[in-house]
């Protein structure tokens, strides 16, 4: 999922101000997940919001809606009538979510309600983690399924660095050490071996460090 | 301008931590929502509550090992800090929320969790937000 949080409430207030009807456009599936932008998130920011410009004695209209995915046309279609009532809209989805709206509605101003931060999990309730950097060529197989890309500092890819102390990372205690998970996981796995492969410096072409990227599926096309 | 004289309360409860009694509510206005669970306690509800008017929220809940749910005082606790923050933020005064561990047999506590709620408000100020709610 993409794990995202939404943005200090001051910053939104300044964003929708110059708006007198706003659309609150959450988003149902991963910024949901993560707390920042499904259905309770868009009622809690929008009594926040009513609150504030009432004791600023400002008027603004605020509707909130929440669609199941704002990354997908077929989705988005639903939001068009809210979109068309209102002056601005205020995207609770990630940075995905808030373009493609934009792509869809050209005319329409579409404002970031949340600051996207990373490909992750919900690890234990409350806590989410980063576990992929989306380097488009993913080498998961050989380090037991945990990514040095992504969860060691350092970016190592052939064994920990000399600050690996107890299980947990020199550059801080709560960051457990991704080469340590990785050696623990192919113990497990009756896998050391792989530890034999030399890998070689990463083409980082295929990730976001090669410009932009586009993913083609020739059969989807028509 | 809507003149608004006597605080106006909203008194969240589980159904273990309150029960009125008379005079409880004296010199304030108070609209009580019981919840089966202190967990059911939810941020936009205690939001809500400002927006109808409300001077101050209260959230009474069990003592913490005392929730019958095992974690329902808890949750509640940290979503009453939760919507304290925004409070803070949108200038509302986070201090005009608050949360106790109380039993429903245990009237004389809470009656002076209300009446010190009256005080704190003659400091705090009445809903800044009401003048303008439509
Ligand atoms: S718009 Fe973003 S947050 Fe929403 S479903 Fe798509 S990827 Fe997830
Ligand atoms: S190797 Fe690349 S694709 Fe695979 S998890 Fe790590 S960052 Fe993601």
Redesign the pocket.
Known sequence: ??T?SQKPINEIIKLVEPYKKVLILG?G???KTCFA?GEDEVAVLASALRLSFKQMAKSIDIEELTIE????NEFIQEASPGIARNEAILSL??G??VQ?MAKRFAKEVVLPGVNTTFIGIQESPGIFTEECSGCGNCSLAIFGGVCPVTRCAKKLLNGPCGGSQNGVCEIDPDTPCAWHLIIERLTTLGQLDNLKTYIPPKNWNTSLSGGPRKLIREDHII | MEIHNTPKLTLFHCINSFEETPSMFDNCQVKTVKMACASMTKDIHLLRAFEAGSDAVLVLVCPDKGCRYAQGSIRAKKRVDYVKTILDDIGMDGRRLSIFNTTAKDSRAITDIIQKTLVALETIGPNPALNHLN
Do not use: N, P, W
């Open positions: 999922m993409i995202g988003c599936t991963c910024v932008g995915r704002q990354c997908e989805a990630c995905a979510g493609a």
